[in-house]
């Protein structure tokens, strides 16, 4: 990690390769806009704006420092250079003094020791920990992994045909495989959620034309699972997803985000042995639910129609709405819950990261990206660093909190997941992530 010497005078190399990261990355292609060479980014453009000036290499036409006269954020810039032919290669904003570099360099990233205004050079100090994921560890013998969810300690995750598998990823990050149950007959396991003792799952049968929700017992001292239950969950073959409510009420939901939007949220209630019974359908509306959490007495859950909060009935299922946002324009697609600062975080399918807060269930939306698709939220309360998966691309972003629980945007990393993230805890700084079609991958955030 790169230390930028505490004084209010150092050299240009001190602080440029600290910053790089942020500041470059690849050129997908370049297409003619009415004359104008147009570079389309894989990625992010960084800090990229109009009036700086861009390094383009290895590319046949272009290379060269060229001023930039306009830019689509995460998409493509254009510059004074003409178009001549496609053509590929690496973009870089020339930075090429101190004082480029403070502007270049975010504010969180200043030592902590100062506070108040960060007027660059007198309180610009260890420039060092960006979040950036080293991978550690990959597992694809189980084929297409799908469902990711945890205990604290043990850690499981369907693999499709063949089933749900349980590691322990505690050793530095390395991928322990602990047991394995097979998927029986005909199903397909999709999504997980882990409760208690129990891991509850939700698999497809094409032959038969159902979906299941069925539940293992597992020993939390040795990890090794049990089967226990079986319910029919619906007759649509579309993705179910399940999650409960982290506590010992006994109910799990289950929702559909694809095919017919009036499934809604159903509830079903299980017993010390995981032996299930359905219990109600939330439908009000015929919105599609993703997915949800439970927090503070409420059940928060995100769909088509925004975030949306319940009060849960622990004997009936039967839950009550008490309040919807969906201020802009988003489909909340995926949510979790971060105790260290008392909000819930959504990714959304159009207006980026959202951050809230609630008072009884009333949702205050505290903070929003106002664009783009986001998804999978991970977050590590003890370095504060937020990770989201970008759904097209599979690459995630990096962002952190300010003081007004706001979020700011660090970086991005090509990861080509197609699937989710998974915080393993809080005392570890690791990330797992499932890729959706070959495995499960383990990385260590950079926070030292």
């Not at 409960?244 to 299980?270: E, N, R």
């Not at 971060?338 to 009333?362: A, F, R």
Request: negative net charge; charged residues 15%.
């Amino acid at each position: 990690m790169v230390k930028v010497p505490d004084t209010d005078s150092f050299a240009l190399t001190d602080i440029f390769p600290a910053i790089i990261v942020s500041s470059k990355g690849v050129i997908l292609s370049v297409t003619n806009n009415g004359g104008t060479a147009r570079f389309n980014v894989l990625g992010t453009t960084g800090h990229l704006a109009v009036e700086d000036w861009a390094i383009i290499s290895d590319t046949t036409y272009y290379n060269g420092t060229w001023e930039v006269t306009a830019i689509l954020a995460h998409t493509w810039f254009e510059t004074t250079r003409p178009y001549i032919q496609p053509d590929s290669g690496l973009w870089e904003k020339d930075l090429v003094s101190q004082i480029d570099c403070f502007d270049e360099a975010l504010a969180i990233r200043f030592d902590p020791r100062y506070e108040g205004s960060k007027d660059r050079q007198s309180n610009f100090r260890n420039y060092g920990p960006t979040g950036w994921l080293t991978n550690i560890d990959n597992e694809d013998n189980g084929g297409l992994y799908s469902g990711i969810h945890g205990d604290g300690y043990w850690f499981f995750c369907t693999s499709g045909d063949n089933g749900v598998r349980c590691y322990d990823v505690t050793t530095g990050g390395l991928l322990i495989l602990n047991d394995t149950e097979g998927a029986p007959g005909n199903e397909h396991f999709d999504d997980l959620w882990v409760q208690e003792y129990l891991v509850f799952l939700t698999s497809v049968d094409s032959v038969a034309g159902k979906n299941y929700l069925r539940t293992y017992t597992y020993n939390t001292s040795t990890g090794i699972m049990a089967q226990g239950d079986v319910i029919q969950s619906s007759t649509d073959l579309g993705t179910h997803n399940v999650f409960g409510d982290g506590t010992d009420s006994g109910l799990v939901f289950v929702v559909q985000p694809t095919g017919p939007a009036g499934y809604g949220i159903h509830s079903f209630k299980y017993d010390v042995l995981g032996n299930l019974q359905y219990k109600a359908a939330y439908t009000a509306g015929s919105y599609r639910y993703y997915k949800g959490v439970y927090q503070g007495g409420h059940l928060f859950v995100v769909g088509d129609n925004g975030i949306s909060s319940f009060l849960r009935n622990t004997t009936t299922g039967v839950l009550t709405l008490v309040d919807t946002d969906n201020l802009g324009t988003f489909v909340g697609n995926s949510i979790i819950y971060d105790s260290e600062n008392d909000v819930l975080i959504v990714g959304s399918q159009s207006d980026g990261p959202i951050v809230y807060s609630h008072s009884s269930g009333v949702l205050t939306q505290e903070y929003r990206g106002g664009s783009g698709a986001v998804a999978f939220p991970a977050y590590h309360s003890a370095s504060n660093y937020l990770y989201f998966q970008e759904p097209g691309s599979g690459d995630i972003r990096r962002y952190r909190f300010d003081e007004s629980k706001n979020l700011v945007y660090i970086g991005e990393q090509a990861f080509n997941i197609s699937n989710k993230l998974y915080i393993w805890g809080l005392a570890e700084n690791i990330v797992i992530a499932t890729d959706g079609y070959d495995g499960i991958r383990t990385y260590i955030i950079d926070f030292d």
